[in-house]
């Protein structure tokens, strides 16, 4: 876990003042640190019978991507408006300044599926409430929440379901 904090790269005042931005790109591109994250996030669902993987636009792609593949799950995207081609469902949330939205495909999950949600970084948690609730929609068995890295002073958790599973890697 030293290895993959040590390959995290603070960015001061990204993308605005008074943010310090935790970014992943120095420790994917590290292949043995790559390699760190896609296993020990995979330890941590290998018995759950995992069936997808949901991944929040765009840094969430990453790790859900290799997290669906070393559990043979499939992978699903959740994403900003207008990207989805086909029938979406969508949910609008609060932010600091105005609000957001996000899309996935209606037929993404069905009633069968036991979901882990990923994302790179728990902050506030108000992203990935609102794609839990997209999921939670959708009827599946069961939903688990997961990020590489959790901001614990900005207490997301408090805005995240009591009922979910929530895992992280490294905590801040
Ligand atoms: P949240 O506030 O939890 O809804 O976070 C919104 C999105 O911004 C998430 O997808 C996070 O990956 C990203 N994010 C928020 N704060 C940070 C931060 N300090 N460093 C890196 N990513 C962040």
Not at 43 to 54: A, C, E, F, L, S
Not at 67 to 92: C, I, M, N, W, Y
Not at 133 to 144: A, E, G, Q, R
């Amino acid at each position: 876990m030293e290895y993959i904090k040590s390959k995290i790269r603070d960015v001061y005042d990204f993308p605005s003042k008074g943010i310090v931005f935790k970014d992943l790109t120095t420790a994917f591109k590290d292949p043995r640190c790559l390699h760190i994250i896609g296993w020990d996030l995979s330890q941590i669902y290998r018995d759950k019978g995992v069936t997808k993987v949901v991944g929040i636009e765009s840094r969430g792609f990453i790790g859900g991507s290799i997290l669906a593949f070393e559990l043979g799950a499939g992978f699903v995207p959740a994403r900003k408006p207008g990207k989805l081609p086909a029938d979406t469902v969508s949910e609008t949330y609060q932010k600091e300044y105005g609000t957001d939205t996000i899309e996935m495909h209606r037929d993404a999950i069905t009633p069968d599926d036991i979901v882990v949600l990923h994302d790179d970084v728990l902050a506030t948690g108000g992203t990935m409430a609102a794609a839990y609730n997209l999921v939670k929609s959708m009827n599946p068995k069961k939903i688990y929440i997961n990020f590489i890295i959790e901001i614990t002073a900005l207490n997301g958790r408090a805005n995240l379901p009591a009922d979910a599973e929530v895992t992280s890697l490294i905590k801040y």
